[in-house]
């Protein structure tokens, strides 16, 4: 069956330090790979999107890598913050449209200042 | 913000109950998605919704169906509501154009006693 893995112990780094967060799929051969981060009682907010040709994405702090050999990604989250504190998801698209997600448990951030 | 707003925020109900669920998605976005998201876990997608018709279905028994309705917005409702059920529950938009990243709502806490 389909599977999506995130480490479900939460990660806790100090401000300032590189935070990895892992996202690990098996029996997926998906076109797009997204990142959302969630805040508690909130809903999940969009943060970067990677297509299977590409290898990597950068949004300001944030990198996303996208090995399909693998199949891994990698987000990183540099020069990390107490504001990053939460709960990182990561999802696979299950439709040619990219719009149907099936999404990994998260992983939860704490950044200590 | 999104721009997706869901109602109610909470809501208590007894196992064998019926609920009814609400969500205005994002101006200018024609689909619409369901997920239940239990604590702790990633949320899991439920079924979406394109011009009014089911457009998909995740692994969920009919008890859970939907409506459409031609402003965009839509329902989710529960029948015979089983313990199990208490979740938040999230819709998300998106736009027919990209139909690559989701909108989505801050949610509906449902807890079934």
């Known amino acids: 069956s389909q599977k999506i893995e995130q480490n479900s112990e939460a990660l806790n780094i100090q401000e300032g330090k590189t935070a990895t967060l892992t996202c690990n799929y098996t029996n997926y051969s998906p076109a797009y790979l997204q990142w959302y981060r969630q805040d508690p009682g909130r809903g999940p907010v969009f943060l970067l999107l990677i297509r299977e040709n590409e290898k990597e994405k950068r949004k300001e702090r944030l990198k996303v890598t996208f090995d399909t050999t693998l199949k891994q990604s990698l987000f990183h989250i540099t020069a990390s913050q107490p504001a990053d504190s939460a709960t990182y998801l990561c999802?696979?698209?299950?439709?040619?449209?990219?719009?149907?997600?099936?999404f990994g448990g998260g992983t939860r951030l704490m950044v200590k200042p | 913000e999104t721009g997706v707003t869901q109602s109610p925020t909470h809501l208590i109900k007894t196992r064998g109950q019926q609920v009814t669920l609400r969500c205005s998605s994002q101006s200018g976005h024609n689909t619409v998605s369901w997920y239940q998201q239990a604590l702790g876990q990633g949320p899991q997608f439920i079924f979406q919704y394109y011009r009014e018709e089911e457009n998909g279905r995740g692994n969920f028994p009919p008890r859970f169906s939907g409506l459409q309705f031609p402003n965009y917005s839509s329902e989710l409702n529960v029948n015979a509501l089983e313990l199990d059920d208490s979740a938040l529950y999230l819709c998300?938009?998106?736009?027919?154009?990209?139909?690559?990243?989701?909108?989505f709502g801050s949610g509906t806490q449902l807890s079934v006693l």
């Open positions: 998300a938009s998106s736009p027919l154009t990209t139909g690559e990243k989701l909108f």
């Open positions: 999802a696979l698209a299950i439709n040619n449209a990219g719009n149907m997600l099936t």
